[in-house]
């Protein structure tokens, strides 16, 4: 515990001395707060072992609100946290009630030092124990030993509402059965098809993603089944398609709900054959694909309506994983607003406070018709308007800006400008990063290909 590092959040400055007095002798750092409203600069720019939080602050005085308020936004920033809540003698079962909300112990004013330092004590040995345990599975992650069940945990898949998911992704990433991800668009349909390929014996051979949707049907055979030299005017090389390049891997079909019926059959036949042939060849080659599909559609409606086969989607969705619309878990909406606030605000290397509750609230209420796409978008474009000379709060602003007017509609005119060069560039650098392959650059922007598509037709490019 004595290299550990405190913060202590409370309005009275006597309490936060005396505390502040007791606790220095027994730890490295004590870092003290009247305004709990710098919590989110605070837990942005530093990593506390464990935060003493009063439950009740001076604009509310003894409901607790105020306290079960900060408590999930610290959780919302740094979910590991090990926060103690001070709270007077008599507020014990309000005391309950927050650590079911994900306190880790609470702390009776006025307090006993040999029991407060205890409390202290075990907080931080709690958040030692499950830093060491992320560093774990973290190593086995990318270690051979696929049998660690919190390996996924450590992916960058945010949100309590995606625990569910990832445990069946955990479940099932070992097996070969074939997966079926439904879900609106920007619900992270592509992340969990590649997690579930990361946490499978076929992590170390290819992960092949297509957008079946987007084929034409003349290009549909020979982009999946590849084709030899001559099948057709433009096949100048023999080629391997898709199918191929997977083989001893994963391929994802995304969009499969788009599927043409004579795509559906072709697509059965192979699936059924376990083979391809390429266009023009009569040669048929074995395969060995684990199957991953996705789709925005309400696939048994389209089956209903005939339009698309039932072999085909009993085929595919031995498993089944649906993917919850965004406006379905605003508990979700802070968590990952923090994530996505970090990584840009490093990226562009901007200094960004947080979100304010008011704000935040308001982006709970929000629908989100793009999902977690859209969000991540939003604050993308904040994090971008975010002037260096406005620090504290600077976030409300543009982040609300952004947000009022949709992610992708009128900024003020100079900041469309910007923003619409430094669009150009990253599609530009990445482009040529990737030869022009528009599903690797899409990934690497976080857009989908037809959301790429758009830019580069917008662009000239
Ligand atoms: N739970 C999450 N945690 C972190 N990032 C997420 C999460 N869900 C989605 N994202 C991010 O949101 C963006 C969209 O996700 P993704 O491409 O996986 O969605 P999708 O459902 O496949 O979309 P589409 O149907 O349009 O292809 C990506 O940048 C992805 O990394």
Redesign the pocket.
Known sequence: MQDAKLLLVDDDPDVLLAARLLLKRHVAAVDIEKNPEKLPFLLNNNQYDAIVLDMNFQRDVSSGREGFAWLDRILDIAPDSKVILFTAYGDVEMAVRAIKAGAVDFVLKPWQNDKFLETIRKAVEAKKEASEEAGFANGKKNGKDSGDKKASKQT????SA?RPILDTVEQVAPTDANVL?L???????????RAIHEHSDRRDKPFVSV?VGALTESLFESELFGHVKGAFTDARDDRAGRFEEANGGTIFL??IGNLTPSQQARLLTVLQQRQVTRVGSNKARLIDVRLIC?T?ADLNERVAERAFRQDLLYRINTIELH?PALRERPG?VGQ?AE??LKKYAKQYNRSVSGLSPALLAEMKQYQWPG???E??HAVERAVILARPELTTGTLLEPINFVFKNGATVATPVSDTLQLEDMERQLIKQAMQKYRGSITDVA?EL??????LYRRLEKFGM
Request: avoid cysteine; aromatic fraction near 6%; glycine fraction near 12%.
């Open positions: 960058n898949i945010i949100g995606m991800i879900g609106e668009n920007g619900t992270g349909k592509d992340l969990i098809a957008d995304d969009e996705a925005n993917l979700d990952l994530f996505f999902n977690v796409r969000l991540q990934r976080g857009l989908s290909r037809q959301a």
